[in-house]
């Protein structure tokens, strides 16, 4: 089995296109050491993730004790909230300078946050100086995320 770059979801050469099942898969989905693995009471099966197993494909804004709270829905029906226990972070390609945004989920896996999705956060966003760098920042149940420098 394995999950691509792109998100779908391929077991012996063909691709998982049963949204039902691909969330299931999901569920009992763990990450150990560097690897991702099926787990069921009987057995453990490992499975190719080639960037990350889970992908946000929705935002919503929420505000909880006059805090914004950034709520991400996955396309396996996860609800994460960012804050200390799903930290969100960006990685830059040095190459391209092209951000991945990723939020954690649980289990150490993380789930890629979609372009239509980071867009979202970037409107959202406000300039903060950091040790002489300036970032693009996001507020979350009290906590800030930079999405990245310019």
């Known amino acids: 089995m394995q999950i691509r770059a792109d998100g779908t979801w391929w077991h012996e050469g063909g691709q998982i296109k049963r949204p039902a ?24 099966v490992r499975i190719q993730v080639e960037d990350a197993p889970l992908f946000v494909t929705e935002l919503q804004v929420e505000e909880e004790n006059g805090l914004q709270v950034l709520q991400f829905i996955s396309s396996t029906e996860d609800v994460i909230t960012a804050g200390v226990d799903h930290l969100l ?11 991945s945004p990723y ?7 993380e789930a890629r946050i ?32 930079s999405l990245g420098t310019f």
């Not at 972070?89 to 951000?99: F, N």
């Not at 939020?103 to 896996?109: A, E, K, Q, S, W």
């Open 89 to 99: 972070r960006v990685e830059t390609d040095p190459e391209t300078e092209e951000p």
């Open 21 to 44: 099942m691909v969330t299931m898969f999901a569920s009992i989905l763990w990450h150990e050491n560097d690897e991702y693995f099926l787990v069921t009471p009987v057995e453990k």
């Open 114 to 145: 979609n372009r239509n999705v980071f867009y979202q956060l970037a409107e959202l966003a406000y300039e903060v100086e950091i040790n002489g760098q300036q970032h693009l920042m996001v507020d979350s149940a009290g906590m800030q995320f």
């Open 103 to 109: 939020i954690m989920v649980r289990y150490g896996m």
